[in-house]
């Protein structure tokens, strides 16, 4: 049985012609490594993160924009440097375990 597609004012859409024969193998077309696994999807069922996707759509499309020499970059955060004698350390925690201590023992 075959359909006849019609536009809205009823005419018939012709059938489209036939696709020729591939010029070689799937192998031959392309450089990809097609494997027995190809067809595999590597997704196991968890739902999209929409975040997620959207953020490597948009960091994807701003790489291909430029190296980020030709961007304005925000100043990158430096902490401040911060030395600690360890006999301050030993010290401190000492003070703080003290009354942890203490009230254990009662």
Partial sequence: MTS????????AV???PALP??????????????TPDTIIPPWYGERLNL???L???LANERNQAGPPQDREQP???????MVIELSDAIERL???ASPVAAAGLR
């Fill in 14 to 16: 012709p059938a489209s």
């Fill in 4 to 11: 006849v597609e019609l536009v809205p004012d009823g005419t």
């Fill in 75 to 81: 100043e990158p955060f430096r902490p401040r440097a």
């Fill in 55 to 57: 953020y490597l759509c």
């Fill in 94 to 96: 000492s003070r703080r």
């Fill in 21 to 34: 024969p591939p010029a070689g193998t799937i192998e031959a077309a392309h450089d990809a490594d097609i």
């Fill in 51 to 53: 975040d997620h996707a």
